[in-house]
């Protein structure tokens, strides 16, 4: 045999074994042994079981000689690759990613405890990428191509991702998965070190005597996270209605009306946005309104809702501070097409909001309450805060970790009678003196 032939032999047989190992390769075979009909009459779990013995049976008999871990991995990857999203399955099942940010075919990033970090998976090509981003959005009856690159769609588990793609995306198809942590009670927010005991306990009785509630923060701060565990305080005889972008609050009250905002369709109809889904709620006889989040003009409607009878709302916010979330609502409710005057706007905010929670991300990926302000300023007065409480943080210490004081404030009189004669208790620490307590001291 020439030298041709051999190397041409070696080169064919190198083929042939990266064929084989290959997740297209088993993916196609799979596909030409099952039997399509009879998989769709099975639920998802029973597919996954059909389709794993089908893939070993497969191994057994053309796969490769591989070890029991290199064959049960590439069985779960080829079984990903037909039923789910592929090389994002594990990532998706995996409790301690909160965040995954896929940056083209080779770059692929997750939230752990609050710090990003790169990972070593990736997708084959970007073809697999895209089929991965054509299974997403077609869940959601959308389409993504040249002419729509940027979706917004929810998986059937429930997390929020966003998509775009070239020509927007210079650096390939990106993908960006958030997901929703099970619902945290105020408890179980107190135990991590996001608020103290005594602070947690003045919170449930703002909502618990029906004070407006506005939460505010950075991205992946919290703010739902903490809406979802402040919302458990109202009683569960009330009338709720809660209002998303993407269904993500977890009520726990019986009454409970769950609304969530439309995109348009592939034609650029049927948009129905949280404007309109707030308006619609004030037909629907509510003791509370409580949305996700405040980003537009709808911001106005809202502001006129908590003034027409509907206490104890709560809505989150993006802000920096529990300042600046004040007069990001005032910019928010002027971008409405009616033509209010900011003096307008700024004595319907003073005279609906009653208490701002800000929540901050720190250094060490913490997230926890950075401040609370009690709006005390009337008609025709400028904005004014009166503090609650503020967290001062510590330079980053040895352990890698943030550390701090919880500073608290007594309640002005006219605040203090309003939770009193809702018939609720005030904890001792915000009726005397300022006090302080170190991060994670017995209270």
């Given at each position: 045999?020439?030298?041709?032939?051999?190397?041409?032999?070696?080169?064919?047989?190198?083929?042939?074994?990266?064929d084989?190992n290959s997740?297209?390769?088993?993916?196609?075979?799979l596909?030409s042994e099952?039997?399509?009909?009879?998989?769709?009459?099975?639920s998802?779990?029973?597919?996954?079981?059909r389709?794993?013995?089908?893939?070993?049976?497969?191994?057994s008999?053309?796969?490769?000689v591989?070890?029991?871990?290199?064959?049960?991995a590439?069985?779960?990857?080829?079984?990903?690759?037909?039923?789910?999203?592929?090389?994002?399955?594990?990532?998706?099942?995996?409790?301690?990613?909160?965040e995954?940010?896929?940056?083209?075919p080779?770059?692929?990033?997750?939230?752990?405890?609050?710090?990003v970090?790169?990972?070593t998976?990736?997708?084959?090509?970007?073809?697999?990428?895209?089929?991965?981003?054509?299974?997403?959005?077609?869940q959601?009856?959308?389409?993504?191509?040249?002419?729509?690159?940027?979706?917004?769609?929810?998986?059937?588990?429930?997390?929020?991702?966003?998509?775009i793609?070239?020509?927007?995306?210079l650096?390939?198809p990106?993908?960006?998965?958030?997901?929703?942590?099970?619902?945290?009670?105020?408890?179980?927010?107190a135990?991590?070190g996001?608020?103290?005991?005594?602070?947690?306990?003045?919170?449930?009785?703002?909502?618990?005597?029906r004070?407006?509630?506005?939460?505010?923060?950075?991205?992946?701060s919290?703010?739902?996270?903490f809406?979802?565990?402040l919302?458990?305080?109202?009683?569960?005889?009330?009338?709720?209605?809660?209002?998303?972008?993407?269904?993500?609050?977890?009520?726990?009250?019986?009454?409970?009306?769950r609304?969530?905002?439309?995109?348009?369709?592939?034609e650029?109809?049927?948009?129905?946005?949280?404007?309109?889904?707030v308006?619609?709620?004030?037909?629907?006889r509510?003791?509370?309104?409580?949305?996700?989040?405040?980003?537009?003009?709808e911001?106005?409607?809202?502001l006129?809702?908590?003034?027409?009878?509907?206490?104890g709302?709560?809505?989150?916010?993006?802000?920096?501070?529990?300042d600046?979330?004040?007069?990001r609502?005032?910019?928010?409710?002027?971008?409405?097409?009616?033509?209010?005057?900011?003096?307008a706007?700024?004595?319907?905010i003073?005279?609906?909001?009653?208490v701002?929670?800000?929540?901050?991300?720190?250094?060490?990926?913490?997230?926890?309450?950075?401040?609370i302000?009690?709006v005390?300023?009337?008609?025709?007065?400028a904005?004014?805060?009166?503090?609650?409480?503020?967290?001062?943080?510590?330079?980053?210490?040895?352990?890698?970790?943030v550390?701090g004081?919880?500073?608290r404030?007594?309640?002005?009189?006219?605040?203090?009678?309003r939770?009193?004669?809702?018939?609720?208790?005030?904890?001792?620490?915000?009726?005397?003196a300022p006090?302080?307590?170190?991060?994670?001291?017995?209270?």
């Amino acid at each position: 045999m020439g030298l041709r032939n051999r190397l041409y032999e070696t080169s064919q047989n190198a083929r042939e074994s990266a064929d084989r190992n290959s997740v297209s390769h088993w993916r196609q075979r799979l596909l030409s042994e099952v039997n399509l009909d009879d998989l769709a009459k099975l639920s998802m779990q029973q597919r996954r079981i059909r389709l794993e013995k089908v893939v070993g049976h497969l191994l057994s008999r053309e796969g490769p000689v591989l070890s029991d871990r290199e064959r049960s991995a590439l069985i779960r990857r080829v079984v990903d690759e037909a039923l789910g999203l592929g090389v994002l399955e594990p990532l998706l099942a995996d409790d301690s990613v909160t965040e995954i940010m896929v940056n083209g075919p080779d770059d692929i990033y997750v939230e752990r405890a609050g710090r990003v970090e790169k990972i070593t998976t990736t997708f084959a090509n970007e073809n697999q990428l895209m089929q991965t981003i054509d299974r997403i959005v077609s869940q959601v009856n959308r389409r993504v191509d040249e002419s729509s690159p940027m979706v917004d769609a929810r998986l059937p588990s429930g997390e929020r991702v966003n998509v775009i793609i070239p020509p927007l995306a210079l650096t390939g198809p990106t993908i960006t998965i958030r997901r929703f942590p099970k619902p945290f009670t105020i408890k179980q927010l107190a135990a991590k070190g996001s608020l103290d005991e005594h602070t947690a306990a003045l919170l449930a009785a703002f909502v618990r005597a029906r004070f407006n509630i506005i939460i505010a923060g950075g991205t992946g701060s919290g703010k739902t996270t903490f809406l979802n565990a402040l919302s458990a305080f109202a009683p569960n005889s009330e009338r709720i209605i809660t209002i998303e972008d993407s269904a993500e609050l977890q009520l726990q009250q019986d009454h409970v009306i769950r609304l969530e905002s439309r995109p348009p369709n592939m034609e650029g109809a049927g948009q129905v946005t949280i404007r309109d889904l707030v308006r619609n709620s004030l037909r629907m006889r509510p003791d509370r309104i409580i949305i996700g989040e405040v980003r537009g003009a709808e911001t106005l409607d809202m502001l006129q809702a908590m003034n027409t009878g509907h206490d104890g709302s709560l809505a989150t916010v993006h802000a920096n501070s529990a300042d600046d979330a004040v007069y990001r609502l005032l910019t928010l409710a002027s971008m409405s097409e009616v033509k209010i005057p900011f003096e307008a706007i700024q004595d319907q905010i003073n005279a609906a909001v009653d208490v701002i929670v800000h929540l901050s991300r720190y250094a060490d990926g913490s997230r926890r309450v950075g401040e609370i302000g009690v709006v005390t300023s009337a008609r025709r007065e400028a904005f004014k805060l009166s503090p609650v409480l503020r967290f001062e943080a510590q330079p980053l210490g040895p352990d890698g970790r943030v550390h701090g004081e919880f500073h608290r404030f007594p309640l002005l009189d006219h605040i203090a009678q309003r939770v009193t004669n809702a018939g609720e208790t005030i904890p001792p620490v915000f009726t005397g003196a300022p006090t302080r307590t170190p991060l994670g001291a017995a209270p």
